[in-house]
């Protein structure tokens, strides 16, 4: 899932080196914590949250297959 969500977040902002996630794990649910550069956060969240709803999305999907719920934080 870490890597998933790097490489969208990779191919959104302007600087990439500074993405970095870290995976929290319990019995039923998974938290991914999504770290950007300050200048980067707008283009994650987009606009009225579209593009992180997505994201949300596209997690929720993956999730199904090992049968885990998944929330997606984005910290700084």
């Known amino acids: 899932m870490d890597q998933l969500i790097t490489l ?3 191919s ?3 600087q990439p ?3 970095h996630t870290k995976t929290l794990n ?3 649910t998974m938290v991914v914590e999504l770290s950007v550069a300050k200048e980067d956060i707008g283009k994650i969240i987009g606009k009225k949250g579209r593009t992180v709803n997505a994201i ?3 997690m929720g999907a ?3 297959k ?3 719920n998944t929330i997606l934080e ?3």
């Open 8 to 10: 969208i977040a990779q």
């Open 26 to 28: 319990s019995n039923h």
């Open 74 to 76: 984005i910290v700084e």
């Open 62 to 64: 993956a999730a199904s």
């Open 17 to 19: 080196n500074n993405v």
């Open 12 to 14: 959104l902002v302007d």
């Open 66 to 68: 090992i049968n885990k």
């Open 56 to 58: 949300r999305t596209l």
